[in-house]
């Protein structure tokens, strides 16, 4: 179901930027690239989308390649509570629901 | 604005029992989504509603579940007869938009 791939995990340090790839090779022209996070026993938090161009808000930016095949998510300063699983999700134009992959689990070190 | 509540916030119940899971969207939102997220696993999407209509109910087993969204209340999930394979976390999420915002999830046990 999925039409993502993410590393299963990544660590970062305390306050160092982090960049959190997806792979999307299939994407059409109508998907939009989602990102949610999950912190733990939480429910999933929207983080950022877009379409083609980069994105930025007061979480994190979204930084969408050219062919749009792929996608990276940046953390400027990753803080303790930025540990949770982060989801890249493509959602297809006129459609509501999201599919979920497996995401990849972030660690930050102190 | 409360956000998207859930209850009740854990739910145990015996295999056969039925189990109700509540929803209340976050206020102005008319869609509701329902997601079920077994152990070590990803969300997956179950149904769709808006109030009193069911848009997309793709993701839901074909028997035992069902959900509504009256024009008054919470929208509940409602699984019949319940069999072990049903623990999970239940969440739920309503939206305006683009962006879904999620309740704390209803984890369900059954014993």
């Known amino acids: 179901d999925a039409k993502t791939t993410q590393p299963n995990s990544m660590e970062s340090n305390e306050e160092e930027p982090v960049h959190l790839p997806c792979n999307h090779s299939?994407?059409?022209?109508?998907?939009?690239i989602h990102w949610y996070r999950q912190l733990p026993s939480q429910g999933p938090e929207y983080v950022i989308h877009?379409?083609?161009s980069n994105v930025n808000n007061r979480m994190a930016s979204l930084a969408i390649a050219e062919d749009r095949k792929s996608s990276t998510l940046i953390l400027h300063r990753a803080t303790l509570r930025d540990a949770a699983v982060y989801y890249c999700?493509?959602?297809?134009?006129?459609?509501?629901?999201?599919?979920f992959g497996k995401g990849t689990k972030l660690t930050v070190n102190p | 604005n409360a956000g998207v509540m859930q209850n009740p916030r854990h739910l145990v119940r015996r295999r056969g029992q039925e189990a109700r899971l509540r929803c209340s969207p976050m206020?102005?939102?008319?869609?509701v989504y329902w997601y079920r997220q077994l152990p070590e696993e990803g969300l997956k999407f179950m149904v769709y509603?808006?109030?009193?209509?069911?848009?997309?109910e793709s993701g839901m087993p074909k028997e035992r579940f069902s959900a509504e969204f009256p024009k008054e209340g919470p929208s509940i999930l409602r699984i019949q007869q319940v069999v072990r394979g049903d623990s999970a976390a239940y969440f739920c999420?309503?939206?305006?938009?683009?962006?879904?915002?999620f309740g704390p999830g209803t984890r369900l046990t059954v014993l």
């Open positions: 999420a309503s939206s305006l938009r683009n962006e879904q915002f």
């Open positions: 206020k102005g939102h008319s869609h």
């Open positions: 877009g379409l083609t």
């Open positions: 509603l808006q109030k009193e209509n069911i848009i997309d």
């Open positions: 299939t994407i059409s022209g109508t998907d939009y």
């Open positions: 999700i493509l959602r297809e134009g006129g459609s509501e629901k999201l599919v």
